[in-house]
């Protein structure tokens, strides 16, 4: 894209967004129900995977949450496409990778058990960004705005913690909450220094104001 101009694919973007807000309510709805409904879980935590037909549903299910992560990548497609170079971070591009390598070593290793609630949660944080982005593009005021980073942050504090139960438990092999505590632990330093530069650097430009 270097000698080329911005591509005007705001459609294909609206479009893609609506199908990521869709694909996520749908995986934050069929988790709970498939929670709620199997007679193997007792509880939001502290699951064991069940082999064969009794954890199929959950199974498949996580690994439709980690092949979207592969979609999500279009995420970064778009931005070099529309020339926003900025956006395109080293946090950004981080933040995909390592999810993606995360997501395949849980359907690699135990796609079952408690792995639907890291799953879960990034789902419903996920409906809530697609939401925005939607909303921005078609130049919508969007309520929750602000409150995202701060959501993102939260989840990954949920999931440290969920990652901690699991780990005191041993209701999954080690590797799966220790990787997902390597994850979270990335996740808040990372979007904490974003947090800290983005919101202190706009405290002092309205100071200035």
């Given at each position: 894209m270097e000698n080329r101009e911005p591509m005007k694919?705001?459609?294909?973007?609206?479009?893609?967004?609506?199908?990521?807000?869709?694909l996520n309510v749908w995986c934050v709805g069929a988790f709970i129900y498939e929670v709620?409904?199997?007679?193997w879980y007792t509880s939001a935590?502290?699951?064991?995977?069940?082999?064969?037909?009794?954890?199929?549903?959950?199974?498949?299910?996580?690994?439709?949450?980690?092949?979207?992560?592969?979609?999500?990548?279009?995420?970064?497609a778009f931005m070099i496409l529309r020339k926003k170079?900025?956006?395109v971070s080293f946090l950004h591009c981080y933040h995909h990778v390592l999810l993606i390598w995360a997501w395949f070593m849980v359907c690699?290793?135990?796609?079952?058990?408690?792995?639907?609630?890291?799953?879960t949660v990034n789902s419903a944080i996920h409906v809530l960004m697609y939401a925005y982005y939607t909303l921005a593009l078609v130049g919508v005021p969007c309520p929750w705005k602000k409150m995202i980073t701060n959501m993102q942050m939260l989840q990954f504090a949920v999931c440290l913690?969920?990652?901690?139960?699991?780990?005191?438990?041993?209701?999954?092999?080690v590797i799966l909450p220790l990787g997902q505590a390597f994850v979270?632990?990335?996740m808040?330093?990372?979007?904490?220094?974003?947090?800290?530069?983005?919101?202190?650097k706009k405290k002092i430009v309205d100071k200035s104001e």
């Open positions: 694919i705001r459609p294909y973007i609206f479009t893609y967004n609506l199908y990521q807000c869709i709620y409904t199997n007679v935590w502290g699951n064991t995977a069940q082999p064969g037909v009794k954890g199929f549903r959950i199974g498949f299910l996580v690994w439709v949450h980690y092949i979207n992560k592969y979609v999500e990548l279009l995420d970064t170079n900025n956006q690699k290793v135990e796609a079952g058990g408690d792995s639907y609630f890291g799953a913690t969920h990652a901690g139960f699991v780990i005191y438990t041993g209701n999954a092999p979270m632990i990335n808040l330093v990372l979007f904490g220094i974003f947090y800290v530069k983005t919101y202190n």
